[in-house]
């Protein structure tokens, strides 16, 4: 597919034009600042809000292993939230704006268009998620106490292999529908449903929200079974690799 570096290298630096990597660095930069300080002080917090309300009941005493697990909420939550700001208008905008017909004109494939964005998306949430976990782990390390760097290296991969199945369920939305807002539909419609879902026993484990709890325990430095982590992660590669597949399909049978 020729063009792709190109392309490639014109999506970061529109990226950076218009703010959409800056802000989601500051976005993912403050959840790595804010976790591991909430995993801190939150049950001081509640203590001193609910007063004698909370007469009676143990309020838990912050142990590091919160900070990872807060980190991990975090960014199942917002980053979740900016994966699909990232992909919702990633075809469709460019289609309407008649750029994308433009840049298929001087001899570049459908293929690597896609391929193109589809590599920034993934390279701008990758940057941001080792962003925020380097920062979370810094930062849990001054208020706890220095946590397993693999554990944590393992979790940051887990995080963005979980955000790049929203952007790619999102970005399979901008390709067929040709429209932003139905992308986003459709990317904030799989997270809530496939969440739902992934509460459901023996079926959470073939589905994103299943990496959660092998990441967690990774960070935390609590041996995990591989097949606890493998599973998870081969279900959610197969479900970005179909999105992507099914999206160069449809692009590619699509008139501009």
């Known amino acids: 597919m020729s063009g792709v570096a190109i392309l490639f290298r014109k999506e970061l630096l529109e990226s950076w034009r218009t703010m959409r990597l ?20 939150l049950p001081e917090i509640v203590r001193a809000a609910a007063g004698d309300q909370l007469v009676g009941v143990v309020v838990p005493i912050p142990v590091p292993s919160d900070a990872a697990d807060q980190l991990w909420k975090n960014l199942a939550q917002f980053g979740a939230f900016a994966a699909i700001v990232l992909a919702m208008g990633a075809v469709a905008t460019e289609r309407d704006r008649g750029t994308a017909a433009f840049i298929l004109s001087k001899s570049v494939s459908r293929g690597a268009f896609i391929v193109a964005k589809v590599a920034a998306i993934g390279g701008v949430l990758a940057v941001c998620t080792a962003l925020a976990v380097v920062v979370g782990w810094i930062y849990a390390a001054i208020l706890f106490e220095p ?3 693999g554990g944590w290296i393992a979790m940051a991969f887990l995080a963005w292999l979980g955000l790049a199945a929203w952007a790619a369920l999102t970005f399979l939305g901008s390709t067929v529908t040709g429209s932003a807002a139905a992308a986003a539909g459709l990317g904030f419609g799989a997270l809530l449903v496939l969440s739902i879902a992934s509460a459901i026993p023996n079926l959470g484990r073939f589905l994103p929200g299943g990496l959660a709890g092998p990441a967690m325990a990774l960070a935390a430095g609590v041996p995990v079974e591989a097949s606890d982590v493998m599973t998870p992660v081969i279900a959610t590669s197969v479900l970005i690799a179909v999105a992507l597949g099914v999206s160069v399909w449809s692009f590619r049978r699509q008139e501009l």
């Open 22 to 41: 800056p802000i989601v660095a500051g976005l993912f930069l403050l959840v790595g600042l804010s976790s591991p300080l909430l995993a801190k002080f």
């Open 147 to 149: 946590l397993p760097v």
